[in-house]
């Protein structure tokens, strides 16, 4: 595994130092979100699966996630929906259910400085929720005190 210390290095090579990443600005606060997605989905794999250069200065990357709703993803994301040891029923429904995900990143680019000054990003879980739970109204009682949206992003809480 690479350690924060390399890891922030290479960021600070390719991202301008003041980076916005969906509700995130830095480097160090880039890093440390994905620390947390990594944290609650140690499974996730990311595969590409198109690259499209728009113009000079934004490029759009689509892929493909796969991850499994775990213990740590239920304590971490949906806390509501855990007391102590004990998981509410939404909450046994999506306990090792695998998530496929198509994502996709916007970066844009400062053609001078050689480095990317911002990066946005979507991937809609609601459709693969809705598949495991089967109704809206189970959904939305599982991103009602989330801190994770439906979009997969940290919310602040």
């Known amino acids: 595994m690479i350690d924060f210390k390399t890891q922030i290095d ?3 090579a ?3 130092p003041d980076v916005i990443y969906d509700t995130v600005a830095g480097v160090r606060a880039l890093v440390q979100n994905w620390q947390r997605v990594t944290a609650t989905h140690p499974d ?3 595969s590409l699966v198109r690259l499209e250069q728009r113009s000079d200065d934004s490029v759009v990357t689509t892929v493909k996630v796969l991850t499994t709703i775990s213990e740590d993803t239920m304590r ?3 806390p509501h929906l855990v007391d102590g040891n004990t998981f509410s029923l939404i909450a046994q429904k999506l306990l090792g259910c695998q ?3 198509e994502g996709v ?3 844009t680019l400062d053609a ?3 480095r990317v000054v911002s990066l946005q990003s979507r991937a809609n879980k609601m ?4 598949r495991i739970l089967g109704s809206l109204e189970e959904v939305a009682s599982v991103f009602d005190s989330a801190y994770i949206d439906p979009e997969w992003r940290a919310l602040v809480h």
Not at 127 to 130: G, H, K, S, T, V
């Open 10 to 12: 290479f960021m600070r």
């Open 14 to 16: 390719v991202m301008a």
């Open 44 to 46: 996730i794999d990311i």
């Open 76 to 78: 971490y994301a949906f």
């Open 99 to 101: 998530l496929e995900i």
């Open 105 to 107: 990143l916007q970066m």
């Open 112 to 114: 001078s400085e050689g």
């Open 127 to 130: 459709m693969e929720m809705l």
